[in-house]
T-cell receptor, first 113, second 112 residues
């Protein structure tokens, strides 16, 4: 069974530029999460989707971050404009539902310079 | 609100020695608790989970954890460390809806 796919694996951008990350969850998984992991910290939830609807985006900095889940499958997370403090690993995870184990992708490491 | 605290950001053990990684939780409701492992440049892999069944939970790679409600703890142990166990370990608790709240992580170093 294929796992959660994320791309790109690495991205370096200058501050004030925009960037987008892509996630393809495990087939059939209705729930999709985006987490932000800053160096030396545990992952922090940014947004949760159930199919193509947002369940919780209370910790998403909406002035610069946006996310969508097209047709309830793939998802993109965008940052515009990026700040230095956005340097982190962005992890995507998916599960069959909110009561099931979440499977994580390898993450996208973003460096903002 | 739910939270977890991992005591010790870095733990070093000798190969073959006992591994003990500490996690304390705070939760207003019976929690679901998890341990994840993260190898360099990789995502998170589930080691084990507690979901209010048996208090002693066995996971992959010889790891286990014991849920102690009186101590609000969920410490991770392994009787004999292998070099391949060197990684970062995260304790996590669920919020409503399946969202995970993670601790700050413990980096495990295994010395030859």
């Amino acid at each position: 069974e294929a796992g959660v796919a994320q791309s790109p694996r690495y991205k370096i951008i200058e501050k004030r530029q925009s960037v987008a990350f892509w996630c393809n969850p495990i087939s059939g998984h209705a729930t999709l999460y985006w987490y932000q992991q800053i160096l030396g910290q545990g992952p922090k939830l940014l947004i949760q989707f159930q199919n193509n609807g947002v369940v919780d985006d209370s910790q998403l900095p909406k002035d610069r971050f946006s996310a969508e889940r097209l047709k309830g499958v793939d998802s993109t997370l965008k940052i515009q404009p990026a700040k230095l403090e956005d340097s982190a690993v962005y992890l995507c995870a998916s599960s069959l539902g909110d009561a099931y184990e979440a499977f994580f992708g390898q993450g996208t490491r973003l460096t903002v310079v | 609100a739910q939270s977890v605290t991992q005591l010790g950001s870095h733990v070093s053990v000798s190969e073959g020695a006992l591994v003990l990684l500490r996690c304390n939780y705070s939760s207003s409701v019976p929690p679901y608790l998890f341990w994840y492992v993260q190898y360099p440049n990789q995502g998170l892999q589930l080691l084990l989970k507690y979901t209010s069944a048996a208090t002693l939970v066995k996971g992959i790679n010889g790891f286990e954890a014991e849920f102690k409600k009186s101590e609000t703890s969920f410490h991770l142990t392994k009787p004999s460390a292998h070099m391949s166990d060197a990684a970062e370990y995260f304790c996590a608790v669920t919020r409503a809806g399946g969202q995970l709240t993670f601790g700050s992580g413990t980096q495990l170093t295994v010395l030859p």
